[in-house]
């Protein structure tokens, strides 16, 4: 299995940000938009620069950085980070993950 891209992250970072409700309807704005959001709901003070890397493909948010951006953004964490969304026992793995860190989602994500 090929090793998961940031720029694949980008995408569905992007997709994420499109699909909510509150975000503004063209893409124009939608980096600040973000920020102010993890920010305000999260605490999560990162730069411009930083959400500006993640939506081009530069660099992908560390694991409690993804957990909060996947809870801004209503989307699970496991989607957002390796672009599944796996199910067990008809329960989303979303929920069951909630308390594992990033780095293990990733190493789960590889021996999957």
Do not use: C
């Amino acid at each position: 299995m090929a090793q998961e891209t940031t720029e694949e992250f980008a995408h569905r970072l992007r997709m994420a940000v499109k699909a909510h409700p509150l975000a503004p309807p063209t893409p124009h704005g939608s980096q600040r938009w973000l920020l102010r959001r993890l920010e305000t709901e999260t605490g999560l003070a990162v730069s411009q620069n930083t959400v500006h890397k993640w939506y081009t493909g530069t660099s992908r948010p560390r694991g409690d950085n993804l957990r909060k951006l996947a809870k801004v953004l209503s989307v699970d964490e496991v989607w957002l980070s390796l672009g599944r969304k796996p199910v067990v026992d008809g329960v989303s793995l979303g929920a069951a993950a909630s308390g594992a860190t990033g780095a293990i989602l990733v190493i789960a994500g590889m021996i999957e």
